[in-house]
């Protein structure tokens, strides 16, 4: 019996989210004293696995996968679960995982806990600690069903490196040539630019710009960082900037390790979005406004003197 851990990869290389994922799984396998599996769909660099704690990888091949198909995926998945025996199923939350988890839930019979945030407080009954209500209040939920698969949040438990010796195995599951028979196409915008789901730290500005023609300073600091850039929802109903950066209970959750909000009240419903960030920094001229109760640091002041300051500084690194 092993923990199985599913590694979701882009274009064959794996996606950040999912090393969190296996580190986490190494975290399950010590506690109930056994080793973690990777399933791996297409992927060029199983072997960069062994460095978060996986010993075995099995590494699907197949052209019919090369696109992401979540019935197909989910298939994989299971098979991989029940060809190792495993109990444990480690998914991550990116959109594609928060896909297929309820589909493997429901081939394995498994009870799916969300939002996971810690190691399981107890094995038996195994009972995890999960965010709830946008990340305001956690709960405890226990899974009674004999599979488990757990969804692990973002930032939550963070990238445990744990040297261990790896082999990798081709694994070939039945694929279902009925899940083959519409063609989902999935169209990337071509972008240079970090984006938010992926970006590790998220420059965001709302209402105090004042209008479009003042985030020139805001890009100019994403690109220092290597940030993704983001605004509130007012900003992106103004057209001032485009939809896909609002964020927010109604826009995207950003879930980066730095969000640094500038000119941002912190309204309710735009800290429900980012409330799963690591720290969070905020920049507004008014001591008064709600988002300096919510941060990790703040500067009080005008965004127009400081954000070009801090931009001058940052490039000295
Ligand atoms: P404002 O509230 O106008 O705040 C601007 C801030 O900039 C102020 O704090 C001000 O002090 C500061 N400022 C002004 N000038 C400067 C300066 N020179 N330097 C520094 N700071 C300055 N909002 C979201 O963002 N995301 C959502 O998903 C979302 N969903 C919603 C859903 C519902 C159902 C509802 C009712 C509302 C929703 N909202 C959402 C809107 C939300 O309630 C707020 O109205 C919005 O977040 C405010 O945006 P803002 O902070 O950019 O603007």
């Not at 996606?15 to 004293?33: I, M, N, P, T």
């Not at 939002?115 to 209040?137: C, G, H, I």
């Not at 709960?139 to 744990?162: M, P, R, W």
């Amino acid at each position: 019996m092993s923990v199985l851990v599913y590694i979701e990869s882009e274009n064959g290389k794996f996606k950040k989210a999912s090393f969190e994922s296996a580190s986490y799984a190494k975290g399950v396998a010590d506690q109930l004293g056994t080793s973690v599996t990777a399933v791996t769909i297409n992927s060029e660099e199983n072997e960069s696995l062994s460095t978060y704690g996986v010993s075995k990888v099995l590494n699907v091949k197949s052209d019919k996968l090369s696109k992401f198909n979540a019935n197909a995926y989910a298939d994989v998945i299971s098979q991989a679960t029940k060809s190792e025996d495993a109990k444990i199923v480690v998914l991550g939350q990116t959109a594609n995982d928060k896909y297929l988890a309820p589909l493997v839930a429901i081939n394995l019979e498994a009870g799916y806990a969300s939002n996971v945030v810690a190691l399981p407080e107890s094995t038996s009954p195994f009972t995890v600690k999960r965010n709830a209500f946008t990340n305001k209040a956690f709960n405890f939920t226990t899974i009674n069903s004999d599979v488990k698969i757990i969804g692990v949040a973002k930032n939550a438990y963070g990238l445990k490196e744990n040297e261990t010796s790896i082999t990798v195995e081709d694994f070939n599951p039945t694929l279902d040539e009925s899940d083959f028979t519409i063609h989902v196409e999935s169209v990337d915008k071509a972008t240079d630019k970090v984006t938010i789901a992926d970006a590790e730290i998220v420059v965001s500005a709302g209402r105090g710009l004042k209008g479009p023609e003042n985030w020139e300073m805001i890009e100019n600091l994403a690109e220092t960082l290597g940030a993704a850039t983001a605004c509130s929802k007012p900003v992106s109903d103004m057209g001032w900037r485009p939809h896909s950066e609002h964020v927010g209970q109604t826009g995207k959750p950003v879930a980066a390790n730095l969000y640094i909000a500038i000119g941002i009240s912190g309204a309710i419903q735009h800290l429900a979005g980012i409330n799963a960030s690591k720290y969070k920094v905020v920049i507004n001229n008014d001591a008064e406004a709600p988002f300096f109760k919510a941060a990790d640091y703040g500067i009080v002041g005008d965004a127009f003197e400081i954000v070009p300051k801090l931009n001058e500084k940052l490039k000295e690194f």
